[in-house]
């Protein structure tokens, strides 16, 4: 039984660093499956923080979800969201009032890779 038992651990702890190593390189070649992904990093453009998202060349069964966020002391709040299957795009816009300074992101999802991405953070002052 001891024997069965050591060679059963054995191919499960052999098999184990092969699986680990293939799934992020099979996430990024599903990544790299669409032609075109944007995630602009968000700017003040008049009274609002906005950012543009697209795809193109992507599959209509994978579908896309886009979240402007801003940070706070107890992390990051979505305040606005866009999503859709294949090819579109859209911009994501908040309106900014009051005063004081925030960081904000885009952050990219979708339901055929485990990574999930987000754009470069900047710090915009209302």
């Given at each position: 039984m001891k024997k069965r038992l050591a060679i059963i651990v054995l191919t499960v702890a052999a098999a184990a660093p092969a699986l680990v190593a293939s799934t992020p390189a099979a996430a990024q070649a599903q990544a790299l499956a669409c032609g075109w992904i944007e995630r602009a990093a968000p700017a003040k453009v008049g009274n609002y923080v906005?950012?543009?998202?697209?795809?193109?060349?992507?599959?209509?069964?994978e579908h896309?979800?886009?979240?402007?966020?801003r940070q706070h002391w107890y992390g990051w709040e979505n305040v606005d969201t866009a999503d859709w299957w294949?090819?579109?795009?859209?911009?994501?816009?908040?309106?900014?009032?009051?005063?004081?300074?925030?960081?904000?992101?885009?952050?990219?999802?979708?339901?055929?890779?485990?990574?999930?991405?987000?754009?470069?953070?900047?710090?915009?002052s209302c």
């Open positions: 906005k950012s543009a998202v697209a795809t193109a060349g992507c599959a209509r069964d896309f979800t886009y979240k402007l966020q294949g090819n579109g795009s859209d911009t994501l816009a908040f309106y900014c009032r009051g005063s004081g300074n925030y960081n904000y992101r885009v952050r990219s999802e979708s339901n055929k890779s485990v990574i999930i991405h987000h754009s470069n953070d900047r710090n915009i």
